[in-house]
């Protein structure tokens, strides 16, 4: 075998071996709320319970110094266990990961942030993800209804409707 050809079949092995890529999702709203009022309705860590259609009840805990929040889930959805790993409430953003939970994923990390837009706010919610017991398409599906229905009931709330 010549030099190439081991070199291409050395090459193929290590693809082979990699992990797949991280899915991506990501998803906005923009909003007549200005961005203080935004990032308000957002509110602290645990406060999801208070905007998330599917979150029922969120309970705060510390794990070696980290944040976490409990998640019961609304319909009998199960709990989900989420960390936070950073909060810049001047930049209106915070970033978490999921520790545990019921969803299709996992080395799930994710980001929720509040812009000024015009008059108004963007709000984007974005994550990383590898899926877990479900195809990439619906492990895709399901973050992207979590996102979207939030950030709905997010600006709604914002600008009081």
């Not at 942030?113 to 017991?133: C, E, R």
């Not at 895709?140 to 229905?149: P, Q």
Request: contains cysteine.
């Amino acid at each position: 075998m010549n030099r190439l050809g081991a070199v291409a079949i050395a090459a193929g092995l290590v693809m082979a071996a990699s992990p797949a890529f991280a899915l991506d999702v990501a998803s906005s709203v923009k909003t007549d709320a200005k961005p203080a009022a935004v990032w308000q309705t957002i509110g602290s860590f645990c406060d999801i319970s208070k905007w998330h259609p599917a979150v029922e009840k969120c309970v705060e805990s510390d794990a070696n110094g980290a944040k976490r929040r409990t998640l019961t889930l609304a319909g009998g959805g199960g709990t989900l266990v989420e960390e936070q790993v950073s909060r810049d409430d001047a930049k209106m953003t915070y970033t978490y990961k999921i520790v545990e939970g019921p969803l299709p994923v996992e080395n799930y990390q994710s980001t929720i942030s509040v812009t000024p837009a015009g008059d108004g706010s963007d709000i984007s919610w974005t994550g990383t993800f590898d899926a877990k017991g479900a195809s990439d398409d619906d492990a895709k599906k399901v973050i992207r209804g979590i996102y979207e229905s939030g950030l709905q009931s997010i600006a709604a709330k914002a600008s009081g409707k």
